[in-house]
Structure formats: structure tokens, C-alpha cells
């Protein structure tokens, strides 16, 4: 969870705030064991100031956790970086009704690293690449490529096509929260998301799509595509928000975090990295 900006006088008081559902001794207990840390893998402690834009995680257990039937491929594995590639319909970090069935908490249990952090995150229903951190000391080092975007990420879509659109395009706007909690829109300002379209195929009245964000905002890519008239196939919230609970395995969002390219802050070399996942028309 990223935080917005506010003046709580600790995360503690934010917390307790945003989760009325949740007592704040609940908190206390949670943070005592470690259950609260940072983007940074770093416990929060109880008195621990308010910081807008920080990222932190909690955890927690969830009752009738519903199983995902789909699983995790580990690309890539150093020292200090795990690169994972994601199905569809799996979360990366707990959240909601998921905790044990996450792309983190599997790959904790499953490596025995206590120490892991995914330094990006895709959406739930996107398929494709995700990094990890193993080592707290190399951590800031990599985010930083996120956070200065210096990662080229590559994604692909299935969507329809419209004759009249002319591709490469650049998609720029401004995005925000559209007054629910799941969704995104575009509104009147400074521009805060941009976006990179090509066209790689057409069957149809489907299209291949190559999709180049320069930004990060939440729902970027989704909430681009449906701008330009072409919602991604099996959008369960774009442009129609499904009912909660009604998952369907068998029409996944037709969207894939494809291609990760960058250059290593500690090993100083190129890296590349590529989904062996496809999308299917």
C-alpha cells in the first residue's frame, strides 16, 4: 500500500484511521512481531512518523482463503534479485481475501528467504514479470530504477482494433482515483501518465498490441486502452466493475508484462528479461 499524503502523527494513527474494521491493539500486536515492514523489507515500529508516498506491507491471516490453481516460474536467480514470472489471477503481495496465495508468500515459504520484497508489482489479473529483492543492502539500489524510470518494461494486450487509430501512438493524461477504491480514470491536468501503443497484429476484430509505459500509475495501461476506445479483453473492472467473487479462470485479463530491460546498479551489465507466457486472441 502506497501511502497518500495526510498529517497523522504516526503510520500507527494512519492505520487505524484508513481500517476502522481493525482495533488499533490488533496494530500494535501486528507491528511487535514484525508483521508491518516497509518497501525495504524494515520493521515499522509503533512510533514510527507518518511519511506520504512510502510503501509498506502487512500481513495477516485470512480466513477460507480461496485457492489459486495457477503457479509461479522462477526466471532468474542471483544474489540480490529473483526474477518471477506470474499467472494470471495470482496476486504478488497479500491483500484482500489473499495472503497465502501470493507470488511473495509462496516463494518465501518455498526458498526459505524471510528477507524477500518484490520491488515492483503488477495487477492480480496481469500475467508476466515481477523482481523481487533477496538482500535489504541492495535493495534501495534496484527500486531506484523504478522510481527514476530507468526500467523499459514491456508489456503486450489483446484488445480490439479500430481502423481509425493510427499506431505508434503516445497516450498522455492525467490519472486518477475515480471515488472507488478498485478504479482509475482520466481527468483535466498536468499530464502524470504516459504511455507507448504499437501494433503488432490484427485478426480481425482483435489486435496484438505492444504497450511501452513510461510512467507508473496505478491502472495506467488499462485505464489507457479504454480511453483510446479499446478496452483489453477480460478487463474485469474496465470499463464495467465485476461483482466481487465472480472470478472467471477461463477469460483472464489479456494482459502480460512481457519484456524487463535494464541496466544492473550493482553488476553494471544489461539485463534483459522475457515472459515465457503468451497471450492467446
Do not use: C
Amino acid at each position: 500500500m502506497a501511502l497518500p499524503p495526510g498529517d497523522w502523527p504516526s503510520l500507527l494513527d494512519f492505520l487505524a484511521k484508513r481500517f476502522p474494521a481493525i482495533a488499533r491493539p490488533l496494530w500494535l500486536e501486528r507491528m511487535a512481531v514484525g508483521d508491518v515492514i516497509d518497501e525495504f523489507g524494515h520493521p515499522i515500529l509503533v512510533d514510527q512518523p507518518y511519511q506520504a508516498h512510502q510503501r509498506i506491507y502487512y500481513y495477516r491471516e485470512v480466513p477460507d482463503e480461496p485457492s489459486i490453481p495457477f503457479h509461479e516460474l522462477v526466471l532468474f536467480e542471483d544474489a540480490h534479485l529473483i526474477v518471477v514470472d506470474k499467472p494470471h489471477f495470482l496476486p504478488v503481495v497479500p491483500s484482500g481475501h489473499y495472503l497465502n496465495e501470493t507470488v511473495l508468500v509462496r516463494l518465501k515459504r518455498k526458498l526459505g528467504l524471510d528477507d524477500l520484497v518484490p520491488i515492483h508489482r503488477i495487477d492480480r489479473d496481469t500475467a508476466g514479470l515481477v523482481m523481487f529483492s533477496k538482500q535489504p543492502s541492495s535493495r534501495a539500489a534496484y527500486s531506484t530504477l523504478f522510481s527514476q524510470h530507468q526500467v523499459q518494461k514491456t508489456y503486450e494486450a489483446i484488445a480490439p482494433w479500430r481502423a481509425d487509430l493510427v499506431f505508434p501512438l503516445t497516450r498522455q493524461s492525467r490519472i486518477k482515483e475515480a471515488g472507488h477504491f478498485m478504479l482509475q480514470h482520466e481527468v483535466p491536468g498536468a499530464t502524470n501518465a504516459i504511455t507507448h501503443i504499437d501494433l503488432l497484429e490484427v485478426r480481425g476484430e482483435l489486435a496484438h498490441y505492444q504497450l511501452k509505459p513510461v510512467t507508473g500509475q496505478r491502472h495506467q495501461l488499462r485505464v489507457h486502452m479504454l480511453a483510446l476506445g479499446i478496452p483489453i479483453l477480460g478487463d474485469g473492472l474496465y470499463p464495467t466493475l465485476t461483482p466481487e467473487g465472480r472470478m472467471d479462470y477461463g477469460n483472464p485479463l489479456r494482459l502480460l508484462a512481457k519484456r524487463l530491460n535494464f541496466i544492473d546498479p550493482i553488476q553494471g551489465q544489461t539485463r534483459q528479461f522475457e515472459s515465457q507466457r503468451s497471450l492467446a486472441f
